[in-house]
């Protein structure tokens, strides 16, 4: 069955120092990855998305991810924090059929000034 | 381009009870599917609906239904309500979700059970 790990509950960085948020996954077939935000009383929203192009996906505002099949690892990055980065960060893969998204348990970004 | 809505936003019913949720995809997607949020379980797949039929189900007892209508709107019921149901439910569509389709979330209905 195909699962998701957030590495980290919890990260806390300053304004203006890169992000770092940790997912590996485990799937038996090709997977679709995303990385979606959900910030307090708000919907999600997508960040980005894999589906087997290009291993080096770029998102929005700044966030861009990497996928290492050798690694299972789907790690999220951003150079530079802003505060209004902070959110509650979730990884994703699909089911095999593609019709259900499995959402790891969030990691929860903080940025201080 | 209008986005996903739920309605209600808020609920709160007592045990027992049942409740429907409704959610409006956007113009054109045709899948709407379906997820509980909780703080102890996080985000959970209930079903998903594509032009009227439930092509997949998650692991949740039969309390819990939905059906999609030929306009694509969906609603989803609870029936005899517990403590355990409170949650956030949050919909999302998309054109056909295939593997490449995004789903696209509305803001949720948070629910409260007591």
């Known amino acids: 069955a195909q699962s998701v790990t957030q590495l980290d509950s919890h990260v806390s960085v300053s304004e203006g120092t890169p992000v770092l948020l940790r997912c590996n996954y485990s799937?038996?077939?090709?997977?679709?990855l995303f990385w979606y935000v959900q910030h307090p009383n708000k919907g999600l929203q997508l960040l980005l998305k894999?589906?087997?192009?290009?291993?080096l996906v770029k998102g929005i505002n700044g966030f861009e991810a990497e996928f290492k099949k050798s690694e299972t690892s789907f790690h999220l990055t951003k150079p530079s924090a802003h505060m209004s980065d902070a959110a509650e960060y979730f990884c994703v893969v699909s089911d095999q059929a593609g019709t259900a998204l499995i959402f790891g348990k969030g990691t929860t970004l903080s940025v201080s000034s | 381009k209008a986005g996903v809505t739920q309605t209600p936003r808020y609920l709160i019913k007592t045990r027992g009870q049942q409740v429907t949720l409704s959610c409006s995809p956007i113009s054109g997607h045709r899948s709407v599917s379906w997820y509980q949020q909780t703080p102890g379980q996080g985000l959970q797949f209930l079903f998903e609906y594509f032009s009227e039929t439930q092509r997949n189900k998650g692991n949740f007892p039969g309390r819990f239904s939905g059906r999609q209508f030929s306009n694509s709107r969906s609603e989803m019921n609870v029936s005899t309500l517990e403590l355990g149901d409170s949650a956030l439910y949050l919909c999302?569509?998309?054109?056909?979700?295939?593997?490449?389709?995004?789903?696209?979330f509305g803001p949720g209905t948070r629910l409260t059970v007591l």
């Open positions: 799937s038996s077939y090709s997977p679709s």
């Open positions: 999302a569509s998309s054109l056909r979700l295939e593997n490449t389709d995004t789903q696209y």
């Open positions: 894999y589906t087997s192009a290009a291993t």
